[in-house]
């Protein structure tokens, strides 16, 4: 307690300042999604709307097929986040409890894919999937179609599926669960699949909670690759595609509180599932800081 | 001999060689299962494209006929790295001025907020609040600051209350580069206290506890314990910052929309993703990427190279 006492009115002062900047935006954020015609835009600025009606809603309802959007951003994040656990959990058994040639290389060149910035390989996988063999009219070469892969959902799942992160966040926790319980279910006759499945699956949950966190908030909120892959199919778009592409439509004065209202609600969502698992997140965060 | 040890202890003792060689190429076979699908996705989306990635930038290809495609040599890279064209001069500039910016601002602000945390109730509040940027999507924070920079907005709201005119955050050329690092820098920094909380919990208390006797005072503390201790852990956030701030565009795509006014905002990354998606340039667009990539890896490896060396020290 001791490193509390010292100049606490010092610190106070410093996170109150700061806070306000952190939280501000967001005020502005919502309290914009409730200006009227004639009020946004307008100078002196005023943070408060005159009242609190809610036509930026309906309209981002109504313009922006909201539901289309939404069912969109959950198909993809959900599938995401599910392979990435699934294979993780997988791929991190076997790197971590059990004994195979080709262990310590397969582990580096994990941790070597985490070096891979991802604006790399964005040219070349949009390739791909426009070439992808037998998808989109292509022939078993990937000729003559017309978008491949491009033209469906697929696009903005299959590249996420696997994550090079996860399977080493689970190696690291695995490694640590106790060999005598694993070669006692062996002894038992388990086989690997019954170990991995009923033994060691049920206990990864806290670090399968971490993991599920950030690839849902990571997937929730992916913008460029989405952006791309839906420019030519806009059935594609998910929720920040979709509301940034409003603002190209009509008058920005008009519109800005309009996309101010469908951020709020998509932001939400991802907003309480934070809030109720942030424990896990911070603690991802601090495991990914500190390897 | 019903005990579970009883039957391992068995189990070794009776195990001859060839049946304990048996039982090992039962589990690889099984680990190379539980890699199967994650090794598949490597090979499809990491080890293809990148060799694609490598192949693209020596080639001279547009449209997307894979047998049109011709061996360049290194032309795209002369044409990138010319010192007259823009790439090197402005864009390659504005992205270092963009990531250290960033990376600047946000390290400064996170070490004082870490450290003022680290003295106050409620710390888990604080960084939460501090870490909200980072759960909201790039085009939440670029709309939003994108609002509070427009002539009629919350900032130069502000500015005209305190007598001072309007400035066009996003339209003035000199300004537009600055006002998107900062927003960068913004949603950067919970990001980092996290890290350095933590780091700062490591610090054990006795050290401060000594340094009171012998009467330090604050400042003292901070410049010499608590900032020397906390290097592996700033040194991380520099690093990792820095990389993520020389390949972030998506907050320039939203924010600006085509790297404007004139180029003032446009940057590496996003100068790579007009070229190949606007003007379907696959070979200047790849080798861009190729030199930029040359760039990361070279601190990625800086890194690890450091922290190794700091491991050895300790160790």
Redesign the interface.
């Given at each position: 307690m001791?490193?509390?006492g010292?100049?606490?009115w010092?610190?106070?002062l410093?996170?109150i300042l700061?806070?306000v900047?952190?939280?501000?935006?967001?005020l502005?954020?919502v309290m914009?999604s409730f200006k009227g015609a004639g009020e946004?835009?307008?100078?002196?600025?005023?943070?408060l709307p005159e009242s609190f009606n809610l036509d930026n809603y309906r309209e981002a309802f109504s313009q922006l097929e909201l539901p289309r959007l939404f069912r969109n951003s959950v198909i993809v994040t959900v599938s995401v986040t599910v392979s990435v656990l699934?294979?993780?959990a997988?791929?991190g058994?076997?790197?971590a409890k059990?004994?195979?040639?080709g262990?310590a290389v397969?582990f580096r060149?994990?941790l070597a894919?985490m070096?891979?910035?991802?604006?790399?390989?964005?040219?070349?996988?949009?390739?791909?999937m426009?070439?992808w063999p037998l998808a989109g009219g292509n022939d078993f070469l990937g000729?003559g179609g017309d978008g491949g892969l491009t033209t469906s959902l697929l696009a903005l799942i299959?590249?996420f599926?696997?994550s090079?992160f996860g399977?080493f966040l689970m190696r690291q926790f695995m490694i640590s669960l106790p060999d005598e319980m694993l070669?006692?279910a062996k002894?038992?006759g388990a086989?690997?699949?019954q170990i991995?499945r009923l033994i060691v699956l049920p206990q990864t949950k806290p670090v399968a909670i971490t993991l599920g966190l950030i690839t849902f908030?990571g997937t929730?909120?992916e913008?460029?690759w989405t952006?791309?892959i839906s420019?030519s199919d806009p059935s594609l778009q998910t929720?920040?595609?979709g509301?940034?592409l409003l603002?190209s439509f009509l008058d920005p004065d008009r519109t800005?509180p309009i996309?101010?209202a469908g951020?709020v609600i998509?932001?939400l969502p991802?907003?309480v599932v934070?809030?109720v698992f942030?424990k896990y997140?911070?603690r991802g965060?601090?495991l990914s800081?500190?390897k | 001999m019903t005990t579970a040890v009883g039957r391992v202890g068995d189990d070794r003792l009776a195990a001859s060689p060839a049946r304990r060689l048996g039982r090992l190429q039962r589990e690889g076979r099984a680990a190379y299962l539980f890699l199967a699908p994650a090794l598949l996705f490597f090979c499809v989306f990491l080890i293809l494209p990148f060799v694609f990635a490598i192949v693209l930038a020596f080639s001279d290809w547009g449209g997307f006929d894979l047998g049109t495609l011709k061996w360049a040599g290194t032309a795209n890279f002369g044409d990138v790295l010319s010192f007259d064209g823009t790439f090197v001069k402005l864009i390659l500039v504005n992205t270092l001025l963009f990531a250290f910016g960033s990376v600047f601002l946000a390290t400064f602000g996170s070490v004082l907020v870490a450290y003022c945390i680290d003295r106050l109730a409620f710390q888990g509040f604080w960084r939460v609040l501090y870490f909200l940027p980072v759960v909201a999507t790039v085009v939440a924070i670029g709309n939003v600051w994108k609002m509070m920079y427009q002539p009629a907005g919350l900032i130069n709201g502000v500015l005209n209350k305190l007598g001072v005119n309007s400035i066009g955050f996003l339209s003035d050329a000199s300004y537009a580069l600055p006002s998107v690092t900062v927003v960068q820098a913004w949603a950067s920094i919970g990001g980092a206290v996290l890290i350095l909380t933590a780091g700062l919990k490591a610090i054990p208390e006795m050290y401060y506890e000594a340094a009171e006797v012998d009467g330090a005072n604050s400042w003292h503390m901070f410049w010499s314990i608590t900032l020397p201790l906390l290097r592996p852990a700033l040194l991380f956030v520099l690093i990792t910052q820095f990389i993520g701030g020389l390949q972030s565009f998506a907050l320039i795509i939203v924010m600006t929309g085509d790297g404007g006014p004139v180029n003032a905002t446009n940057v590496a990354a996003f100068e790579m993703y007009q070229r190949a998606f606007k003007y379907g340039a696959w070979g200047t667009a790849s080798a861009m990427a190729m030199v930029l990539f040359v760039i990361i890896l070279a601190i990625t490896l800086l890194q690890l190279w450091v922290a190794r060396r700091r491991g050895e020290e300790t160790s």
């Amino acid at each position: 307690m001791r490193r509390h006492g010292k100049f606490p009115w010092f610190a106070y002062l410093v996170v109150i300042l700061g806070g306000v900047a952190m939280v501000m935006p967001f005020l502005d954020m919502v309290m914009s999604s409730f200006k009227g015609a004639g009020e946004y835009g307008v100078i002196p600025y005023k943070l408060l709307p005159e009242s609190f009606n809610l036509d930026n809603y309906r309209e981002a309802f109504s313009q922006l097929e909201l539901p289309r959007l939404f069912r969109n951003s959950v198909i993809v994040t959900v599938s995401v986040t599910v392979s990435v656990l699934i294979t993780s959990a997988l791929a991190g058994y076997a790197l971590a409890k059990l004994r195979f040639r080709g262990r310590a290389v397969i582990f580096r060149f994990i941790l070597a894919t985490m070096m891979l910035p991802p604006f790399l390989l964005l040219i070349p996988t949009f390739l791909i999937m426009l070439n992808w063999p037998l998808a989109g009219g292509n022939d078993f070469l990937g000729r003559g179609g017309d978008g491949g892969l491009t033209t469906s959902l697929l696009a903005l799942i299959l590249p996420f599926t696997v994550s090079g992160f996860g399977i080493f966040l689970m190696r690291q926790f695995m490694i640590s669960l106790p060999d005598e319980m694993l070669e006692a279910a062996k002894i038992d006759g388990a086989n690997q699949w019954q170990i991995w499945r009923l033994i060691v699956l049920p206990q990864t949950k806290p670090v399968a909670i971490t993991l599920g966190l950030i690839t849902f908030i990571g997937t929730w909120n992916e913008y460029i690759w989405t952006l791309l892959i839906s420019s030519s199919d806009p059935s594609l778009q998910t929720l920040p595609v979709g509301i940034q592409l409003l603002q190209s439509f009509l008058d920005p004065d008009r519109t800005m509180p309009i996309v101010m209202a469908g951020l709020v609600i998509s932001t939400l969502p991802v907003l309480v599932v934070f809030l109720v698992f942030q424990k896990y997140y911070v603690r991802g965060v601090v495991l990914s800081g500190l390897k | 001999m019903t005990t579970a040890v009883g039957r391992v202890g068995d189990d070794r003792l009776a195990a001859s060689p060839a049946r304990r060689l048996g039982r090992l190429q039962r589990e690889g076979r099984a680990a190379y299962l539980f890699l199967a699908p994650a090794l598949l996705f490597f090979c499809v989306f990491l080890i293809l494209p990148f060799v694609f990635a490598i192949v693209l930038a020596f080639s001279d290809w547009g449209g997307f006929d894979l047998g049109t495609l011709k061996w360049a040599g290194t032309a795209n890279f002369g044409d990138v790295l010319s010192f007259d064209g823009t790439f090197v001069k402005l864009i390659l500039v504005n992205t270092l001025l963009f990531a250290f910016g960033s990376v600047f601002l946000a390290t400064f602000g996170s070490v004082l907020v870490a450290y003022c945390i680290d003295r106050l109730a409620f710390q888990g509040f604080w960084r939460v609040l501090y870490f909200l940027p980072v759960v909201a999507t790039v085009v939440a924070i670029g709309n939003v600051w994108k609002m509070m920079y427009q002539p009629a907005g919350l900032i130069n709201g502000v500015l005209n209350k305190l007598g001072v005119n309007s400035i066009g955050f996003l339209s003035d050329a000199s300004y537009a580069l600055p006002s998107v690092t900062v927003v960068q820098a913004w949603a950067s920094i919970g990001g980092a206290v996290l890290i350095l909380t933590a780091g700062l919990k490591a610090i054990p208390e006795m050290y401060y506890e000594a340094a009171e006797v012998d009467g330090a005072n604050s400042w003292h503390m901070f410049w010499s314990i608590t900032l020397p201790l906390l290097r592996p852990a700033l040194l991380f956030v520099l690093i990792t910052q820095f990389i993520g701030g020389l390949q972030s565009f998506a907050l320039i795509i939203v924010m600006t929309g085509d790297g404007g006014p004139v180029n003032a905002t446009n940057v590496a990354a996003f100068e790579m993703y007009q070229r190949a998606f606007k003007y379907g340039a696959w070979g200047t667009a790849s080798a861009m990427a190729m030199v930029l990539f040359v760039i990361i890896l070279a601190i990625t490896l800086l890194q690890l190279w450091v922290a190794r060396r700091r491991g050895e020290e300790t160790s």
